[in-house]
Nanobody, 116 residues
Framework: QVQLVESGGGLVQAGGSLRLSCAAS????????MGWYRQAPGKQRELVAS???????AYGDSVKGRFTISKDYANNTVHLQMNSLKPEDTGVYYC??????????WGQGTQVTVSS
């Protein structure tokens, strides 16, 4: 099983920055991609950013140009650099990983709150 642990959430003013990290445990199964999803109060969970095993990235429309996802291969960790934060970015951010058998794993989530 893959275990994911998120960190880096917190409270920040609009226009500020936060950096989220997600550490994945070692597994005998290959990870196809990892990503970040978020869920705001009263809204559905949405994709924020994803990165494949070969470094291909994708972003949700609302965060393009502001967020950057990257992977630390030495530590098996993904990061989400969030700049120019808006109050609309407030929510619980969840790390996700999918293995080669299309099984998904989720972290416990980390709260991000952006004040205006």
């Amino acid at each position: 099983q893959v275990q994911l642990v998120e960190s880096g959430g917190g409270l920040v003013q609009a226009g500020g920055s936060l950096r989220l990290s997600c550490a994945a445990s070692r597994s005998s199964f290959s990870i196809n991609h990892m990503g970040w999803y978020r869920q705001a109060p009263g809204k559905q969970r949405e994709l924020v950013a994803s990165i494949t095993s070969v470094g291909r990235t994708a972003y949700g429309d609302s965060v393009k140009g502001r967020f950057t996802i990257s992977k630390d291969y030495a530590n098996n960790t993904v990061h989400l650099q969030m700049n120019s934060l808006k109050p609309e970015d407030t929510g619980v951010y969840y790390c996700n990983a999918e293995n080669e058998y299309y099984v998904n794993f989720w972290g416990q989530g980390t709260q991000v709150t952006v004040s205006s």
